[in-house]
């Protein structure tokens, strides 16, 4: 059985750092590329950043350049997110996924496994 478990949400203040785990069991995923979504209260799942299986390749929403960085240790079977300078509207449920091979990087229907999500919480 596959399954994908998200670790190291919380609170946290405005402009302060969390980082993220996705680590992934029942199968190795070290020659998928994985991504970040994120849901917030009455809003759809959004992408937030994706990564190659190899690591050479990276895409991030806008809204999210140059804070967030996601990265991998196929070793350890875990992707990462490290999520700097945070604001108020990083506040969702952040879930890592699994993305079809060949397919775009940032709609929803693109990724088949998911995770249960961990909840992180920006405070002003």
């Known amino acids: 059985q596959v399954q994908l478990v998200e670790s190291g949400g919380g609170l946290v203040q405005v402009g302060g750092s969390l980082r993220l785990s996705c680590a992934a069991s029942g199968r190795t995923f070290r020659s998928d590329g994985m991504g970040w979504f994120r849901q917030a209260p009455g809003k759809e799942r959004e992408f937030v950043a994706g990564l190659s299986w190899n690591s050479g390749s990276t895409y991030y929403a806008d809204s999210v350049k140059g804070r967030l960085t996601i990265s991998r240790d196929n070793a350890k079977n875990t992707v990462y997110l490290q999520m700097n300078n945070l604001k108020s509207e990083d506040t969702a449920v952040y879930y890592c996924?699994?993305?079809?091979?060949?397919?775009?990087?940032?709609?929803?229907?693109?990724?088949?496994?998911w995770g249960q999500g961990t909840q992180v919480t920006v405070s002003s």
């Open positions: 996924a699994r993305h079809v091979g060949g397919t775009a990087w940032f709609p929803v229907s693109s990724y088949d496994y």
